[in-house]
């Protein structure tokens, strides 16, 4: 017959079995067996801080088409015979538009879906820097800056088309929402900030460089975006997307400065400084992106 302690202790026995079954079923890594695998349950924290299904990158090629709107063009620093030309002290305020082509690039997105909100990402959008041809419109590209002085025609001949070139980078970052996230066609709405960034600006018209190259500074310029687009999934991975942005840097400034011509209709100023020339427009972009993405 047992004793009486030993049947106290086989329910005491039971109730820790129990409660050490769970940790008992555990895997445990054994230090000399690597095919022995421990399996630790991670919290959502600690897995998106591992990157788990966050990060997606889509590349593809982005339609680029700009539209640049003319608030003024003042000449100003002007030699004696450029303002007189101009018709005494000013300001002087020249008529004109400019335009620049529509480019097609390779584009990029990185993005990363945030952690606290479904559906919420944030995208950094960048290209390869566009070169952009600025052309001259209207009077500007049709009638000579310095016409005449003094009622004698100076021979100087209209600008032209050609302006100037310059690369543009502007990077890119916006807060995307998407929607119907358990369907397979993903919409998408987002809005954020960009900056304008100019680079290996030269004047190419030939007016203007016939005795020289002046010099031509672009500001550098915040602006924002408005974005749209869909996304049609292909499996968990991998998806196609068309994407549509509104993108918008306003009041941005090119100046080029000692800008010198040839006046062949007067023998006795061959050549005359014209002065400064301030370019100011507000420049809107439409940029449409078809390519792929994948997340990682």
């Given amino acids: 017959m047992q004793s009486k302690k030993t049947v106290l202790r086989l329910p005491a026995l039971a109730a820790g079995l129990a409660l050490c079954a769970p940790l008992m079923a555990q895997e445990r890594t054994i230090p000399e067996y690597d095919d022995v695998r421990v399996d630790y349950p991670r919290s959502d924290f600690v897995r998106d801080l591992a990157g788990e299904d966050r990060f997606y990158f889509r590349f593809g090629a982005m339609y680029f088409a700009p539209d640049i709107k003319t608030n003024y063009i003042q000449a100003k620093n002007l030699s004696e015979v450029a303002e007189t030309a101009l018709g005494g002290p000013g300001p002087h305020y020249l008529e004109g538009e400019t335009a620049a082509d529509p480019l097609l690039l390779p584009g990029i997105i990185l993005?990363?879906?945030?952690?606290w909100g479904k559906g919420w990402s944030v995208e950094l959008i960048a290209s390869t820097p566009p070169t952009l041809e600025l052309k001259a419109e209207g009077k500007l590209a049709n009638e000579p800056l310095v016409p005449e002085v003094n009622g004698i025609p100076t021979g100087v001949p209209a600008l032209g088309e050609k302006?100037?070139?310059?690369?543009?980078?502007?990077p890119l970052v916006t807060l995307v929402k998407r929607f119907r996230l358990e369907n397979r066609?993903?919409?998408?709405?987002?809005?954020?900030l960009g900056y304008l960034f100019t680079f290996d600006t030269e004047v190419t018209n030939p007016v203007a460089t016939a005795l020289g190259e002046p010099d031509i500074e672009v500001d550098n310029k915040f602006g924002w975006a408005a974005q749209a687009g869909i996304d049609f999934h292909l499996d968990k991975h991998w998806w196609v997307t068309f994407d549509t942005k509104y993108i918008t840097f306003p009041d941005v400034s090119a100046t080029v400065t000692d800008m010198y011509v040839k006046a062949p209709g007067i023998p006795q100023i061959p050549y005359?400084?014209?002065?400064?020339v301030e370019y100011n427009a507000d420049i809107n972009v439409m940029a449409y992106t078809l390519g792929i993405g994948f997340t990682f």
């Fill in 111 to 115: 993005g990363y879906k945030l952690p």
């Fill in 163 to 170: 302006v100037a070139t310059t690369k543009a980078a502007p």
């Fill in 185 to 192: 066609v993903q919409p998408y709405f987002g809005a954020g």
């Fill in 272 to 276: 005359e400084r014209v002065g400064d």
